[in-house]
């Protein structure tokens, strides 16, 4: 299995730092994360001459210039002074976050951001939202262009507030002559990050919908830190996807898993997230279900065209998000520890196979059967 880049682990010798000719690159959160990653690889760098690092609170790497301050604070302007991009990775996407605090935090904190790097003088911002702006649908061309509409809509966790980040971004340089917006799309990220999709595979028995076996492409965090270190470098534009190379069916990550399914028919598997999520069961709303049911994998063009290539193969990430998930366990969507897997387990399964199975006794009585 390949290994994480050594230069995100640690940072150059401070000593060579005078000799840097590239750009003061500030990244907002950046004390954990992605944000961390980046951070700590930026400062191993010769091809950056200074790290500003923003965060609500101080990270671990002693070479990087630290702000301690939230994003959504205007006085992050005044932080910004002197530096050539940003690369802003404070977006909360946790599941458990209440849904409306998130959007707030999410939208206010990369208006901000963006206002106050044209106010500071900084010629580029790095958003990073994911591929799944592109939208999980049945017709999607496999792979989806990186010009292709974003169709995307606001049902899935966090999903509406990416969109609104990327329209916040194509505003910002009409709004702001001189400033110039990149966008990152990762596909399904994979390396200390939980999300729905991850969780999705914690569960000792997959829930798949009858009929949707759609091809599956992840992208192990290292990737994505290089990828970002590729934009705030300026060795790539626009706005561009992130991945592995290629993509896995259905049958292929059952073979390599292990994890057995049960299919369910599209009309109860939605039914039956829908009213979990409404009763509070399971922190994801049924609009993260089109994502395992229809395709959504994208092309890495225009890193391609640059020169990246990702380290990670899709067969690997699956093995390292297999592994991650060890140990932990996943019932209707929440994460549990091994405790609190042994007391709840079989009641929080057993809820929700009884309220699919409720449903289906409506639908036959229903139809007359």
Not at 46 to 56: G, P
Request: hydrophobic share 45%.
């Amino acid at each position: 299995m390949s290994s994480p880049d050594p230069q995100v682990r640690g940072a150059r010798n401070p000593s060579t730092r005078s000799a840097a000719r590239g750009p003061v690159v500030a990244v907002t959160g950046a004390a954990s994360g992605i944000g961390d990653l980046l951070t700590r690889r930026l400062a191993a760098s010769d091809e950056i001459k200074q790290v500003v690092a923003l965060d609500e609170r101080r990270g671990d790497v002693a070479e990087a210039q630290w702000h301690i301050l939230d994003v959504r604070d205007p006085a992050i302007a005044e932080k910004l002074r002197g530096a050539d991009v940003v690369v802003h990775l404070a977006v909360d996407l946790d599941l458990e976050t209440d849904p409306a605090a998130r959007t707030a935090y999410n939208v206010r904190g990369t208006q901000t951001v963006l206002t106050a790097a044209a106010a500071a003088g900084v010629h580029r911002v790095v958003l990073c939202t994911s591929a799944m702006v592109y939208g999980a649908l049945p017709d999607n061309d496999i792979p989806l262009s990186e010009d292709a509409e974003l169709r995307a809509t606001a049902e899935a966790t966090g999903v509406g507030d990416l969109l609104e980040i990327e329209r916040l971004g194509r505003r910002a340089p009409r709004a702001h002559p001189g400033l110039h917006v990149t966008v990152v799309r990762p596909a399904v990220l994979v390396g200390g990050t939980d999300t729905a999709l991850t969780r999705y595979f914690g569960s000792p028995r997959r829930r798949v919908v009858a009929g949707y076996p759609p091809p599956r492409a992840w992208l192990h965090h290292s990737d994505q830190v290089c990828a970002l270190e590729y934009a705030a470098l300026e060795k790539v534009d626009g706005e561009f996807a992130v991945g592995c190379e290629g993509w896995l069916e259905q049958e292929e990550v059952e073979e390599l898993s292990g994890i057995r399914r049960m299919e369910l028919p599209s009309a109860v598997a939605l039914g039956t997230a829908a009213r979990l999520h409404r009763i509070g069961l399971t922190p994801s709303p049924a609009g993260d279900l089109a994502y395992t049911m229809h395709p959504w994998v994208v092309s890495v063009g225009r890193l391609h065209d640059a020169g990246w290539r990702p380290k990670w193969t899709n067969e690997e990430v699956l093995a390292a998000l297999l592994a991650e998930a060890e140990g932990r366990h996943t019932v209707a969507g929440r994460r549990l520890g091994r405790k609190d897997a042994t007391a709840a387990g079989a009641a929080g399964a057993t809820v929700a196979l009884l309220g699919t199975a409720a449903l289906v006794r409506q639908m036959r009585k229903r139809r007359g059967l």
